[in-house]
């Protein structure tokens, strides 16, 4: 990969919603540039939580993230620090949260306009190239509501991309899908990594991730307790809970 850019750093993270609820405890992470990370794990182990710490979408208790050239402590951080920090990731959620009274241009345009300040017809512009990256474009003028969820999800996507952000994160965004939906929007994301579009993805669907992950992490009780390559940790598991899991997962 050459000279290796590190885009995000979290240092020391914790996440307690009470004293008896420790979600995530000490994470450490480094992720370069051009990097799929892939996260797996058994239910409430924290996933997702990391995932929506990193844009602050849930605020940690403490440590430190940085994304790019912002970084913000969690004991010691300004509004706007969580507004810079948001600049730099995007999100696709497991619900798509598209806005139901516009279609799907208007979708894609809205962060345009609203965040970035951007003239209607480069919005416009933008956003028409994004819908064909998504393989949406002839349903641009479709809403939500007449669209399917595999549909919704790529508009989803696309409004993700709108804003250039540094790293994509994706909530396990096949989860609310059913089973024949699922392969267009894995499709979509695989396209994507092979363009380098740096992803962390929080993902139950396994071969999916040994496909298009450079790295896997294996979140346990809110700690990371595996991190490698998919033949490492899908392939060749050393971590004795690591094996349970995957034994788990493989026999449903």
């Known amino acids: 990969m050459g000279t290796e850019t590190q885009l995000v750093k979290i240092e020391h993270l914790y996440k307690e919603f009470d004293e008896n609820t420790k979600v995530l405890s000490d994470i450490n992470l480094t992720i370069n540039k051009n990097e799929v990370i892939a996260i797996l794990g058994p239910s409430g182990t924290g996933k997702s939580t990391l995932l929506r710490c990193l844009n602050y979408l849930t605020v940690p208790t403490k440590g430190k993230i940085t994304i790019g050239d912002i970084a913000v402590d969690a004991e010691n951080h300004s509004k706007k620090d969580v507004i810079e920090l948001r600049k730099h990731s995007s999100m696709v959620f497991q619900g798509y949260n598209l806005f139901k009274n516009k ?31 998504v393989g949406m474009s002839e349903r641009k003028d479709f809403y939500p509501s007449k669209l399917s969820g595999g549909q919704q999800q790529r508009v989803g996507i696309a409004r993700a991309l709108a804003v250039n952000p540094n790293v994509v994160l994706f909530d396990e965004p096949t989860s609310a899908l059913d089973p024949e939906l699922v392969g267009e929007v894995l499709n979509t994301i695989k396209s994507l990594a092979e363009e380098g579009t740096t992803m962390i993805l929080v993902t ?13 992490l294996f979140m346990d009780g809110g700690k990371i307790a595996a991190d490698g390559t998919p033949e490492e940790i899908i392939d060749h598991p050393e971590n004795p809970r690591l094996q349970q899991f995957l034994n788990f997962v493989n026999r449903k």
């Open 103 to 133: 279609t799907a241009l208007e979708n894609v345009m809205e962060a345009l306009t609203v965040v970035q300040k951007k003239s209607k017809a480069d919005a416009e512009k933008i956003a028409l190239e994004l819908l064909d990256k």
């Open 204 to 216: 139950h669907e396994i071969g999916f991730a040994r496909e298009v992950a450079t790295r896997i």
